[in-house]
Each structure stands twice: as C-alpha cells, then as structure tokens.
T-cell receptor, first 113, second 114 residues
Framework: GENVEQHPSTLSVQEGDSAVIKCTYS??????FPWYKQELGKGPQLIID?????GEKKDQRIAVTLNKTAKHFSLHITETQPEDSAVYFC????????????FGAGTTVTVRA | ETGVTQTPRHLVMGMTNKKSLKCEQH?????MYWYKQSAKKPLELMFV???????ENNSVPSRFSPECPNSSHLFLHLHTLQPEDSALYLC?????????????FGDGTRLSIL
C-alpha cells in the first residue's frame, strides 16, 4: 500500500516569509495529490490539489509542485499571514486504481506576527 | 458554511453506552466516508459508502457500525467502546467513489470514552 511521509512535523515562520512542506510517497502509480488545511476545531479543508500530468499548480499565495521521478510533492505558501497558521496534511491515493487516500501525519505551521 | 455537517460536535460516553454520530452532506455527492483522527497519527479510513452501499470496511472493529440510509446521510453507531477509541471522527463526501475525487470534510465529532 501507499506510504506517505510528511516533513517537517512543525514549522514556525515569520509573517511575510515563505513556508514549504514536503511529502514523499512510495507508489509510483499514484496520480492525484491533494493538500488539506485543518484549523483548530475544524475539519480538514481542501486547499489545492495536483494531478500527475502537471508539474506545478498555483492558486494565489499557494502552490504545489510535483516531482514524479523522485516521488515527492511540496506545498509552498508565500507571503505568510497569521491566518495561515494551521495543520497541513498531504495525501496520495494508494495506487492508480485505488480511490483510497493515504495521509501524511501533518505539519503544524505557526506564523509569527 | 461547510457542506458537510456533523453532530454532535462533542460526545462523552462510558464504555457500556450506545450512541450514534450523524453526518449530513448538502453537496449532492454520491460517496461518503468515515475517518478516525487520533493525535499525532495520519487519518485512518474506516468506511466508504457509494450510493448507500458499503464499498469499504477497513478492518474496523464491530463495535463501530455504519449506516447509510440515503446518499445525503451517514451514521456511525457506537457500542461497548474502549478508551483507545477516543478520537476525532470525521465524515467526508465526494462526488463519486473513484480516482481523483476531492473529498470534502465535516468538522468532526470529538469523542471521549470514559
């Protein structure tokens, strides 16, 4: 099955700086990679996803990059703001024909004002 | 406002109690999921339903019993739970069960077993 590793587990950044979270996966057939943001007391919210036919996707201050050869994908948050403080999860399907997602253990991001 | 609503938000129960968690989605989706979220661990998939039919039972103990009466509602019936079952239980939905289907989560039920 798919094994997703996420690093770092905690990340503290100064407001305005960038934050980068990286995930690696084991199944080379995986082809869909979502990122979720979970604020305190809330459920995970999908913030961006990428499919294996593209290498990068941007949505305002958030971007995701995918390196299929190395089997890793990263979340980039630029110009961080206090409201970016949350736990971020990456995920990957357990195979090209499997709808079940394997999640990373999460990264707690703290943006210092 | 989330399209997936879970009730109750918090639940405290003894090991001999019977209770139910409820999930309702307002997104017109056909697939619904139950996940368990424990501290410092990745989300664990418990059950998957597609058009009210269970398509996945991820080796979950029988003290957890799901029910999906229609594509908008999902229940998780609980009985004789153990302290290690204390966790956040999340419901999610997606348009279909299939590849590349974004899942939308509710805010969860925080369950504490005494």
């Amino acid at each position: 099955g798919e094994n997703v590793e996420q690093h770092p587990s905690t990340l503290s950044v100064q407001e305005g700086d960038s934050a980068v979270i990286k995930c690696t996966y084991s199944d080379s057939a995986s082809n869909y990679f979502p990122w979720y943001k979970q604020e305190l007391g809330k459920g995970p919210q999908l913030i961006i996803d990428i499919r294996s036919n593209v290498g990068e996707k941007k949505d305002q201050r958030i971007a995701v990059t995918l390196n299929k050869t190395a089997k890793h994908f990263s979340l980039h948050i630029t110009e961080t703001q206090p409201e970016d403080s949350a736990v971020y999860f990456c995920a990957a399907p357990r195979g090209s024909n499997d709808y079940k997602l394997s999640f990373g253990a999460g990264t707690t991001v703290t943006v210092r004002a | 406002e989330t399209g997936v609503t879970q009730t109750p938000r918090h639940l405290v129960m003894g090991m001999t109690n019977k209770k139910s968690l409820k999930c309702e989605q307002h997104l017109g989706h056909n697939a619904m999921y139950w996940y368990k979220q424990s501290a410092k661990k990745p989300l664990e998939l418990m059950f998957v339903y597609s058009l009210e039919e269970r398509v996945e039972n991820n080796s979950v103990p029988s003290r957890f019993s799901p029910e999906c009466p229609n594509s908008s509602h999902l229940f998780l019936h609980l009985h004789t739970l153990q302290p290690e079952d204390s966790a956040l239980y999340l419901c999610a939905s997606s348009q279909e069960v299939g590849l590349n289907q974004p899942q939308h989560f509710g805010d969860g039920t925080r369950l504490s077993i005494l």
